[in-house]
């Protein structure tokens, strides 16, 4: 069973970056598909942000695209999503998620393994 931590949120200014980082126990990063995900308010639906692919193949939502970066380090397990140009749009706790058995991202993936999330807020 694979787990997830996320880190690296806070408190930035508008125009300011952070990059969020997921730390994956179970097998090799590279061994799943992995997903970020954000949830701007308790009760909403959570939205896509961006995903990466076992062959590092990279999808991103249209709200980010151009801004933020999803990479991994597979020596140390970790995928890393790289937010630059913050805005007080992208304000929301924002999950990591793993799905096992599938190679590529599809709009219709659905991800079986979630963190705990961690918080971002930016203020303008």
């Known amino acids: 069973q694979v787990q997830l931590a996320e880190s690296g949120g806070g408190l930035v200014q508008a125009g300011d970056f952070l990059r969020l980082s997921c730390q994956v126990s179970g097998r090799t990063v590279s061994s799943y598909v992995m997903g970020w995900f954000r949830q701007q308010a308790p009760g909403k639906e959570r939205q896509f942000v961006a995903?990466?692919?076992?062959?590092?193949?990279?999808h991103y939502a249209d709200s980010v695209k151009g801004r933020f970066t999803v990479s991994r380090d597979s020596a140390k397990n970790t995928v890393y999503l790289q937010m630059n140009s913050l805005n007080p749009e992208d304000t929301a706790k924002y999950y990591c998620?793993?799905?096992?058995?599938?190679?590529?991202?599809?709009?219709?993936?659905?991800?079986?393994?979630w963190g705990q999330g961690t918080q971002v807020t930016v203020s303008s």
């Open positions: 995903a990466m692919s076992r062959n590092g193949n990279t």
């Open positions: 998620a793993a799905r096992t058995y599938i190679s590529e991202w599809t709009p219709e993936t659905s991800f079986s393994s």
